[in-house]
């Protein structure tokens, strides 16, 4: 949802923009308008560009580098294509941790292409947000300050029941100016000057979902989610230290916030069997019931993923994972 509003707000401005208001002429005879993501990217972003009627075939899938981030060059190039083809760039995305890595792409450089070409700059950062919280992962998220838009999901790293999505913009009038409709039966003249929170956004009748939100950051503080944030994180690396100690598993990408994404080879597997062997590992994992972790795709091929989120985690349930993996490779094989 914070992606919709998100994407809804950058629409409208960029219609207002040429001169057209979307919310009345909807899109009709206007022409297309570029998107651009990585190929890293979730799949929220393209449900929006669907449901908000701009269609995927402007979606922009943008490659990434060896460590899973936005290639700037290639994003170049294609805004360049496009310009060349008529169409209007108008939105671009980062993210700031991935789902499959937890990779924060390279915000600073998106924002000033962003800058450039008059651009929406937003940061996907549902997962990753958070992080720029943890001394040593800090620095790779510079350029955040820069977004539009920025998308976090308090129901992830802070542990906020679900659900609980958060979007924060620069310019609070943008999402207003593309939202905001009440109906007489509603207005209410001691709204204040933020009015209602209804016009900010899709929902009308809505729960109180900042109160979870508010308790949780009241009972940690500042000093309790940096600590939770930069525990996580921290386990995130011991886990890729584990893995690349050891001869049977492999990383698979640098572990910058509190994902590890890796796969089990134990060295006297072929390809093929090490491919079905990674697919069957998550499900059978679970079935022991000691540990949990999620399988992907990484450059097309099965992958496992830990991503550390509890406070109470150490390093001894790491090593409890990776034996767990051992042990459930070996059900599978046999
Ligand atoms: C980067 C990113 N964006 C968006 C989402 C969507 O999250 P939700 O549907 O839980 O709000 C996720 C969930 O994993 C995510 O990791």
Same mark, same amino acid.
């Given at each position: ?13 960029? +219609? ?51 460590? +899973? ?12 294509? =496009? ?85 924060? +913009? ?8 593309? +939202? ?42 500042? =000093? ?45 597997? =072929?390809? =093929? ?62």
């Amino acid at each position: 949802m914070a992606t919709i509003v998100a994407l809804a707000t950058a629409r409208h401005q960029a +219609f207002r923009d040429q001169g057209y208001d979307v919310r009345e002429t909807g899109l009709y005879g206007h022409r297309p308008m570029g998107l651009y993501v990585s190929a890293e990217a979730h799949s929220c972003l393209r449900k929006a560009a669907e449901l908000l009627g701009l269609g995927t075939r402007y979606l922009r899938t943008v490659p990434v580098d060896s460590a +899973f981030r936005m290639d700037t060059g290639e994003l170049r190039r294609l805004i360049a294509a =496009d310009q060349r083809a008529g169409v209007r760039p108008f939105f671009v995305a980062a993210s700031a941790g991935t789902v499959n890595t937890g990779a924060v792409d390279p915000l600073d450089d998106i924002a000033a292409i962003a800058r450039e070409h008059g651009l929406w700059f937003h940061i996907d950062g549902a997962y990753g947000a958070l992080g720029i919280l943890a001394d040593d992962a800090a620095p790779g998220y510079a350029g955040l300050e820069w977004a539009d838009s920025l998308a976090l999901d308090p129901h992830k790293w802070l542990g906020v029941p679900i659900d609980a999505g958060c979007i924060l +913009f620069r310019e609070p009038a943008g999402p207003r100016d593309a +939202f905001s409709l009440v109906p007489p039966y509603l207005r209410d003249e001691d709204a204040g000057e933020l009015g209602w929170f209804s016009e900010y956004g899709p929902e009308q009748t809505r729960p109180f979902r900042a109160l979870r939100v508010w308790a949780t950051i009241a009972h940690l503080g500042r =000093d309790g989610i940096v600590h939770l944030v930069q525990h996580t994180t921290r386990l995130a690396r011991t886990l890729a230290e584990l893995i690349e100690a050891s001869d049977d598993f492999e990383l698979l990408a640098p572990a910058v916030t509190s994902i590890t994404a890796f796969r089990h080879r134990p060295p006297d597997l =072929d390809t =093929d069997r090490a491919e079905a062997l990674n697919e069957a590992i998550p499900a059978a994992v679970q079935r022991r019931r000691h540990a949990f972790l999620t399988g992907t795709r990484i450059s097309g091929a099965a992958a496992l993923r830990a991503c550390v989120l509890h406070p109470g985690t150490t390093k001894d349930d790491l090593t409890v994972l990776l034996d767990e993996i051992r042990a459930a490779a070996r059900e599978v094989t046999t």
